[in-house]
């Protein structure tokens, strides 16, 4: 049954700049600012938000303290701890600045400071081209743009594409290279219930950590060096004295991955009906074929436990997805709504000048079906082995060596070398010939049940075309390779391109044979990427105009920049008659405590639940001490650590996880079910005061401690 | 942390007499009617709520029409099937009253019509007697009474002891023995979720069923024959036209089995601290036997599958009913309610007469701990044996054949030689020597550990005192028997008592051997009930005195007689930030729903609530379909079916299970947890106007169908 759902309400996540024209809805909500103070990304307040560690954190004093999860920092946590020291387990207060223990050298935090429109200097090159050249001239243009602002020292640099190339945004971010641990709760308060309580609401993590932020004498971005200098943000949040409770507004700011909302229904129906029922049913094949294997030889299973592992977090997430999107019934709502969206075009003047492109982009996407199970299989083919896999990437290297770096293929550029030789080292302890064979096997036993239009004559000449003859081939193959051996794949790495066409090794031969095909498929992707980068635009202008209409905005859809989403705390009504408050307290944690990890809550922390001290920090409502709410604010991956805040703009909690119902958001955002999981500061502060004191670090805070 | 708890609150199994006394409680509570029209189990309402087939029902039209579960109903489900017309699967409508199919023939129902306090004739004897002869004296009087009250025909009589030997009523029952199926929903509604969702809330079964008790042409219990009429119930119940919603007064009526809630706080603390977790540890000794000989060799676990799952259901439980007791700190709160109660006692005149025989009670009780172990181990070799109880039960017959049947051990008499014969027969499917053996060998190594004060000589004589000795007399006793023959059983079982004690068969010779012990065993059971029946009520005299003191009254434990209970429709705070709301919709159906048993609602089901004609029956607050609905009531085990009533005394819904939470509601009422699981009548009606339509039965019950 198509439910009638509005899937507007509380959904975006917005560019800064869009907050004033959304400025009523946004007061409506309870924000108590003006809107056009959040205009500005590199103005305060939301330049006291940071990108950090491959998540969200925010400045929250003028000496450079930075608050984010323990996930985020967790790196940090562990490079700092040693058998006699082991602050994973104990957690860490630092006694004083020079306690601050500085994090890995390759520990990042990046604030912002520059998002200009650059989409005449992007697109300039590319008008009047189509397909690769069009892709080429989007490229080069973002590189030289890149290079030139990253000529300034201490920054970096990227071209953001907002709605899929529509607008592009040259981003510049200034990058600090010195930061230091100063705060870190125990293991089992920063992560209590890890993976079993992992997407599960209702939570009961203190999944926070403290951190500190330091340049050189000069004030510029340095490397860890004792005479550093805590940093002086422009601008830092203020942590609120009091909490929220059910229904208050909350918004949060962070830097959101990546969001797939404003695809087409045909894109939608094509996740839904076939890729990811598709890719589960592959994926599970995969795992059946590791899992036997393990079986017959247990040496085999342990090779492959962490493969078997990811395939299995991938076939639970791609499950949870579609279940998510069927249950919003999202084929049908997009179907009807992009259905309205072109009838009402066609009764614009625009039409004329949009519905061709529209209708070309609309045909290219369809043309993605014709080869879309080969792709799949390409894809896994060079990801889910490990031999063939790096035979694949030393053969591909030998063709991308040669150019200038900067001409070189993504991925394969001299910063990815590194990578690719871990990999191939790793293959020692994850690689197993019988096991390989069997994955291949199973990967093109499927490409050979293709039909004609799909067949790639490299791929046929290789592995043949029956059963028989992929038998014959991978037992010739892998039976001849040296590629088996760690120092032969290292001496491989290192030679030069004619060396490695002239090699004779069976692996690394099939490879080179194969190869031509995926530089094809690789090929007919950018091409096919241009004209979408081309096209698409008219898409996002209908939609966008349509929206209008409606009186609604349109955010693009999430691409690492910072965004801003607004929202309010609401419980979760999950099933029928199965509801869950917006607010955890530290009663739960004794529920779930078992003594066990991840239920183990250290001593400490129970002794002062029992204590029941909760001062000023306990809820006024709930009367009770609380631990993490929930929001059904817009987020996904790359908003952990994100903060969250109140109607006055004050820090009430950082995001670190979304509701197991919310996987399918990255798609689309179901009201009923999107839920944001976020530990509550009071539970921080109380930790802070009350349980592994740290009074001075609560003074900079601007929340002094009761007790001291 | 011992929490203040008020375990009072809603709490209570009231005896019909009681409820004038708590008349201004129950009105407070929202009950509309006068309770002094409650008082009589025998007079209009209550003579209306019945015995049936191991649970309850109650009478809803005047020409006989029952309702009851569909679990308690299931047998005549079953009987009426046939691979041609498969009722459990299909459901059934009766097409009119001559399409109603008799049930089993040992199938009954029993209205009580006389409830009458006997106290002073069976404690007559009683008097200056203790031990063995106050326990004979009181069970000879009992079955003095009973069979004077059995001479009526048609009646079945008991005697019910209430606040453990204080009171005695003797219980008389009109038996009507041709019930008729009218409507059963299919087994998908009436048991949708079946043992996954068992004691799970939010639940979503239709477990109801309607049946009609038929009486010979003289208005009198009758086998069925086709000339039967329908009997006329002394009173019926009217079905409610409008629903409950949460907070509404709900009342139920029904034959809880047995609770302990007013045991002393020493068998609470032996409950929780001994026998709870003891008997998990054996239980689970005795899986991994079973399990372990499974794997060993196929065909033995199959054998014993149905054994093992009973083990485990019987550990589940006791561990469910262990948490719960830990959970509601039942130990803490006994001990210092029963302490309180003992120091307002001494400032009483009563405490001279009171006092000495509470001591007395409490001796005895505590000496219990004495032999608890043997108990436990020596209980369970004749109960979870196949061969060894087979053995144990045709030795014990053979003791109490010679004797008049009235006289005959209960458990050994005419009746039961049909039981004992069926478990003999069922050994050929159940036994297997390697099994018997390993469990043996299990249980009496445990026994062998016992300190010399719990020895039996005869165990010691039979097993040996060390392992060698045990595996050599289990090797030579099931080595040599012939008791693994179903053949020779039947012989055994139908062998005079001199054949038997004349038998050379090695198992029957051991348990001919070991007999004395479990005799004496049993000696000192009664005897120690004897003189807990005799001084408890010194123990339940105070406690009542002290309640009435606290302005409470008290209601006596469980006993299988009618009670009634009062309290609310309310929600279940599961866990922290986790509420269950207390009524569930059709929509959790759909969401459940997997299309596999148990979750395999039928086409008609989902049809109908797909299409959401739903009328009058939708809950106006919920705008939805209701299913089931949760209270706080006070049930037990035997309260399957029992009709629940609103504050008008109409019925609203059946009891058919309790939460998880609950199950140590038998020995104590956690108002915070404790919750009844009630099949919503509205959903009934809906199912019976639109989805297997019944309008005649609608019409019949004083609720018509919209749409006939």
């Given at each position: 049954m198509a439910l009638a759902l509005d899937v507007k309400a509380d959904e975006g996540m917005w560019m800064p700049a869009q907050l004033p024209t959304i400025g009523k809805a946004l007061r409506e909500a309870g924000?108590?600012?003006?809107?056009k103070d959040l205009a500005d990304l590199t103005k305060a307040p939301l330049n006291a938000v940071v990108r950090i560690g491959g998540g969200t954190g925010a400045f929250v004093s003028s000496d450079g303290l930075v608050v984010t999860n323990h996930h985020v920092a967790f790196g940090v946590i562990q490079y700092n701890s040693k058998p006699d020291r082991d602050l994973i387990t104990d957690g860490y207060v630092a006694p004083d600045r020079a306690g601050e223990l500085p994090a890995n050298p390759d520990y990042r935090l990046r604030v912002t400071v520059g998002f200009d429109k650059v989409t005449d200097r992007v697109l300039a090159g590319a008008a009047g081209k189509t397909g690769r050249a069009y892709y080429d001239a989007v490229d080069a243009a973002s590189k030289a743009l890149v290079a030139e602002c990253e000529k300034e020292q201490g920054y970096r640099c990227s071209v953001a594409n907002m709605f899929y190339g529509r607008d592009f945004y040259l981003v510049k971010q200034l990058e600090l290279r010195d930061l230091r641990l100063v705060y870190a709760p125990p293991r089992a308060i920063g992560n209590y219930g890890d993976e079993i309580d992992n997407f599960v609401w209702p939570r009961h993590a203190g999944d926070f950590t403290v951190l500190r932020a330091y340049v050189g004498p000069d004030g510029k971005p340095a490397d860890y060096s004792p005479d550093n200098k805590p940093y002086h943000p422009p601008s830092h949040l203020q942590v609120a004295r009091e909490g929220v409770a059910d229904g208050d507004f909350v918004m949060l700011a962070g830097y959101p991955g990546i969001t797939?909302?404003?695809?087409t229904a045909a894109e939608f129906a094509d996740q839904i009906e076939w890729r990811l029922p598709a890719s589960v049913e592959v994926l599970k094949q995969l795992q059946d074929v590791i899992e036997d294997q393990g079986k017959a030889d247990r040496d085999a299973g342990i090779k492959y436990a962490s493969q078997l592992q990811s395939l299995k977090n991938g076939i639970k997430r791609f499950s949870g997805e579609l279940e998510g999107l069927e249950r919003s019934d999202a084929v049908t709502i997009h179907r009807e709504d992009e259905a309205a969206m072109l009838a009402w075009l066609a009764t614009q003047p625009d039409a004329k000048t949009l519905k061709p492109r529209i209708d070309e982009a609309m045909k290219l996407i369809a043309a993605g079906k014709d080869v879309r199970e080969r792709d799949l299989l390409v894809g896994l083919l060079s990801s889910q082995t490990q031999l063939m896999r790096g035979a694949l990437a030393i053969d591909r290297l030998a063709v991308e060596r040669p150019k200038p770096d900067a001409e070189r293929e993504s991925g394969y550029q001299q910063r990815d070398e590194e990578l690719i030789q871990s990999q191939l080292k790793q293959a020692q302890r994850r690689y197993d010939p019988r096991v390989e064979k069997a994955l291949v096997t199973a990967l093109v036993t499927r490409y050979q049940k293709l039909p004609d239009a799909q067949r790639l004559p490299e791929f046929d000449a290789v592995f043949g075309r029956t059963a028989a003859d992929l038998a014959k081939t991978l037992d010739r193959v892998y039976g001849a390779t040296?590629?088996?051996a760690e120092a032969e794949r290292t001496r491989l790495f290192k030679a030069s391109p004619a060396d490695i066409a002239g090699s004779s090794d069976a692996l690394l031969v099939a490879a080179h044979k194969l190869q031509p095909a995926l530089l094809r498929i690789e090929d007919e992707r950018k091409s096919r990427e241009g004209d979408l980068l081309r096209l698409r635009p008219a898409y996002m202008q209908a939609l966008i105009a349509y929206r209008e209409k409606q009186g609604k905005a349109v955010y693009p859809d999430a691409n690492s920049t910072l965004r801003v989403s607004y929202g309010k705390v609401t419980p979760l009504v999950a099933r029928d008659a199965v509801t869950y408050a917006p607010v955890t307290t530290v009663a739960g944690i004794v529920e779930k405590n078992t003594g066990k990890q991840p239920f183990d809550a250290p001593k400490p922390l129970l002794d002062a639940i029992r204590k029941g001290d909760f001062g000023q920090y306990?809820?006024?409502?709930?009367k009770a001490m609380p631990v993490d709410f929930l929001s059904n604010l817009d987020t996904t991956g790359g908003n952990s650590g994100s903060p969250v805040l109140n109607a006055k703009g004050e820090l009430v909690g950082l995001n670190f996880d979304s509701n197991w119902e919310a996987v399918s958001a990255s798609w689309m955002y179901d009201p009923r079910y999107k839920r944001a999981i976020h530990v509550d500061m009071r539970y921080m502060r109380w930790l802070m005061d009350k349980v592994y004191p740290a009074p001075a670090l609560l003074k900079e805070l601007g929340v002094p401690a009761e007790t001291h």
């Open positions: 924000y108590k600012g003006d809107p797939y909302r404003h695809r040296k590629m088996g306990a809820d006024p409502k709930l």
